[in-house]
């Protein structure tokens, strides 16, 4: 199994997609106070297309390891089961390269190979996408009153991309006879 992993942030304030004023208009979209930011770590399937999210107000070693745990619980291995392979792909991030992730990678080894991209490729990172089409279409136009509104929405706009992005092998196929 093969999953992209990754962070990134979005604000309480709209993301602009798609907007548009007359021309020698100034676009102003009210955002009363000071923007706050919701920090997300996340990993992507690349079989089923889930992105899978941990949110929190900050960006550290510590948060990634929460991703980290969510995956164990996800696809690490069942008492009883065979293991399954998994690898993760991450950039050369701070929080991916600290001693204290690094050390939380070590003690999956056993289930988890991680893959480094190479440093300054995000094109690479199938993840990057996924953070896009959350943030220009699922989170887009939208003021969040604080980080916890902001968090709630970022985790109904998750559910609702992945309730879009299910893969299933017989959707859109057509038999003909």
Do not use: C
């Not at 991680?114 to 490729?121: N, Q």
């Not at 990057?128 to 980080?147: G, I, M, N, S």
Request: net charge positive; charged share 25%; no cysteine.
């Amino acid at each position: 199994m093969l999953l992209f992993g990754d962070e990134s942030e979005a604000l309480t304030h709209p993301y602009l997609a798609r907007a548009w004023a007359r021309s020698g208009a100034d676009l102003r979209v009210p955002s009363p106070g000071q923007a706050k930011k919701v920090a997300m770590m996340g990993a992507l399937d690349h079989a089923t297309r889930k992105l899978i999210v941990h949110t929190s107000p900050t960006k550290r070693s510590t948060d990634f390891i929460a991703l980290l745990d969510q995956l164990d619980r996800l696809y690490g291995p069942k008492p009883g089961q065979p293991a399954k392979p998994i690898v993760l792909v991450l950039d050369h991030g701070p929080i991916h390269v600290s001693k204290l992730t690094l050390e939380a990678l070590a003690a999956r080894r056993h289930w988890l190979t991680i893959e480094w991209l190479p440093k300054y490729a995000p094109e690479l990172n199938n993840i990057e996408v996924v953070w896009h089409d959350l943030k220009a279409h699922h989170l887009a136009h939208q003021t969040f009153t604080d980080a916890t509104a902001l968090d709630r929405g970022i985790h109904n706009a998750v559910e609702a991309l992945n309730r879009e992005r299910i893969v299933d092998p017989l959707v859109n196929r057509r038999i003909s006879a």
